[in-house]
C-alpha cells in the first residue's frame, strides 16, 4: 500500500495545521491507521491512531485536547487536526498503516508508511 501524506508547512505558535494521508489501493482496508512524528536527533513517537471499521481513537500525551485524528473511509484518507500549535510540535510527520489489531504504540508494528510531511512551528 502506498501511502502519501501531505499539509505540512511553517505556521506560528497557536495556528493550526490539518494534514491528510491518502491511501492508494481501491481495497484499502487496515485494522487501523496512525500518525507518528520524529524530530530531529528523537525518536519516532506516536501522536493518535484511528481504527478503521469503528473509528476508536488514542492520542499521545503530548497533543491530547490539540489535536483530533479523523478518516473519510471513502476516500481511503486519514486526517490530523492539529491546533494550538507549539515550537515542541515541530517534527516529520508520518502516517502508517496497521493490518492486525494488537499494540499500537511502537512505530515497529506498523506494516506501511508514508513518505512524512515536515510541521515547523515558529514561537
Known amino acids: 500500500v502506498q501511502l502519501q501524506a501531505s499539509g505540512g508547512g511553517l505556521v506560528q505558535a497557536g495556528g493550526s495545521l490539518r494534514l491528510s494521508c491518502a491511501a492508494s489501493e481501491r481495497t484499502f482496508a487496515p485494522y487501523l491507521m496512525g500518525w507518528f512524528r520524529q524530530a530531529p536527533g528523537k525518536e519516532r513517537q506516536l501522536v493518535a491512531y484511528?481504527?478503521?471499521?469503528?473509528?476508536?481513537?488514542v492520542y499521545g500525551d503530548s497533543v491530547k485536547g490539540r489535536f483530533a485524528i479523523s478518516k473519510d473511509n471513502a476516500k481511503n484518507t486519514v486526517y490530523l487536526q492539529m491546533n494550538s500549535l507549539k515550537p515542541d510540535d515541530t517534527a516529520l510527520y508520518y502516517c502508517a498503516s496497521k493490518a492486525t489489531a494488537g499494540t499500537a504504540v511502537l512505530p515497529s508494528t506498523y506494516d506501511d508508511w508514508g513518505q512524512g510531511t515536515l510541521v515547523t512551528v515558529s514561537s
Open positions: 484511528i481504527t478503521w471499521n469503528t473509528g476508536r481513537t
